[in-house]
């Protein structure tokens, strides 16, 4: 095995098991949808909340996709033979977080024109928008499999890992949602974005090695 | 090919949920032996080739590959071992082709025709390992014992799902392993009836 074949095979699962992916966009778009006709259709009260709505949606279809990230390997033995194979786990964490990341968060990038002319979101916030999503949900990735490799193991998974990761996807939520209200307030937004930016980088750097200790974890 | 490797475990104590399975074991493998681990459900074979392999770290104990302490440098035994556990670590969206090759890249088409007529799965080499019966997919994975030019194979019960011909044949591929100065250590309750086996019984 090698890392460029461990990804090529975690691309091809991903492609043969698009589910996946469709349900986390499916889920993202109903809730988006859903909200102004559960509340309050007007501009007034949409176009504020627009940022706070989408990113929870995101943070809600993330989460659904996070959980089942290492289920499939745990149960065919691929999680074992990682473990195994000689290459740098935190490396191959890192190679099937950064996948997913893309899989999940490209088709809700490419829907998040529409979401947000749903919401009546200003036009020039869309672009913030673009930038906390970019900047923040590869935090919600990489904390998210941390999650996912405790719970693995274990048969009703998905509350834990909603319990356990959830508190730590609070800054990001806020952060995203300030800098998105700042833009339609005309304040600066720049700074929420480099924090949203230093937090996943933070993430980047601890939690491949958490992940692949939760993975052995598991594995034992 | 022609290896020439040797594999040490001294004073192993594995413990899982609180049970001790094994406490100071110590075997030697050498160049062209297989060593067979026996002992009742329970007794601690699968988890000794886990440690063996490192997915599972031991209390205490040493594992020396080729003279080199591996204890907590896995990687370097890892790099010379093939090991297929319960779980036949293949992915059920990929056709067995694909599979294999996410093992062992560098496998070209002829070899993978050649293996896959072997192991009597010639032509399934686009089904996907989701359509296979349990029998197909374990020979699927322990096709990598033909792929890997690896010294040392930890092999957990190899032959379970297998029929008689594919016992046979995987023997076969046992005996030619250790016949060029390979090493094998498995666990199995059958009795292998061609491969000459030095048994090590964990109570």
Same mark, same amino acid.
């Given at each position: 095995m090698t890392y460029l074949t461990f990804g090529r095979t975690q691309c091809r699962v991903l492609w043969r098991r698009k589910q996946d992916t469709v349900n986390a966009l499916l889920f993202f778009v109903m809730v988006v949808a859903l909200f102004p006709l559960g509340i309050n259709p007007s501009a007034a009260f949409l176009a504020p909340a627009a940022g706070g709505i989408i990113w929870c949606a995101a943070v809600l279809a993330i989460l659904m996709a996070i959980d089942g990230i290492f289920k499939e390997d745990f149960r065919d033995g691929t999680l074992e033979q990682w473990?195994?194979?000689?290459?740098?786990?935190?490396?191959? @964490?890192?190679?099937?977080?950064?996948?997913? *990341? $893309?899989?999940?968060? $490209?088709?809700?990038?490419?829907?998040?024109?529409?979401?947000?002319? @749903?919401? @009546?979101?200003?036009?020039?916030? $869309? *672009?913030?928008l673009v930038a906390t999503v970019l900047a923040g949900t590869p935090c919600l990735f990489l904390l998210g499999a941390i999650g996912a490799a405790l719970t693995v193991s274990l048969k009703q998974g998905a509350t834990l890992v909603i319990l356990v990761i959830l508190p730590f996807y609070l800054p990001v939520i806020i952060f995203a949602t300030s800098a998105i209200e700042a833009s339609q307030v005309g304040l600066p937004y720049i700074g929420f974005v480099a924090m949203l930016l230093a937090v996943s980088l933070l993430s980047l750097v601890v939690s491949p090695f958490m992940t692949a200790v939760a993975v052995k974890a598991s594995v034992n | 090919m022609l290896f020439s490797a040797s594999l040490d475990v001294s004073n192993v104590w594995i413990e899982r949920s609180d049970r001790d399975l094994c406490r100071d074991l110590s075997f030697t493998l050498r160049a062209g032996e297989v060593l067979r681990v026996l002992g009742d459900n329970g007794a601690g074979k699968s988890s000794l080739l886990k440690v063996v392999a490192g997915a599972m770290t031991p209390l205490e104990g040493r594992i020396m590959f080729n003279g080199q302490d591996v204890t907590s440098h896995r990687a370097l035994l890892q790099q010379s071992m093939v090991y297929i556990g319960h779980g036949a670590g293949l992915k059920s969206m990929l056709t067995i082709e694909e599979n294999l090759l996410s093992y062992c890249p560098a496998t070209s088409p002829e070899q993978m025709q050649s293996v896959l007529d072997i192991l009597d799965l010639a032509n399934h080499q686009e089904t996907y390992v989701k359509a296979l019966s349990a029998g197909q997919s374990r020979r699927v994975a322990l096709a990598r014992l033909w792929l890997s030019q690896c010294p040392l194979w930890l092999l957990d019960e190899p032959f379970a799902s297998l029929d008689v011909s594919g016992v046979a044949v995987v023997e076969s591929k046992i005996q030619q392993h250790i016949n060029e100065g390979g090493m094998v250590l498995l666990t199995t309750h059958q009795a292998l009836s061609s491969v000459v086996t030095r048994d090590l019984v964990l109570s």
């Open positions: 473990v195994v194979c000689g290459l740098s786990l935190p490396v191959l @964490m890192l190679i099937k977080v950064a996948i997913h *990341w $893309f899989a999940v968060v $490209f088709p809700l990038l490419l829907v998040m024109p529409l979401v947000s002319e @749903m919401l @009546m979101l200003p036009s020039g916030s $869309f *672009w913030v | -």
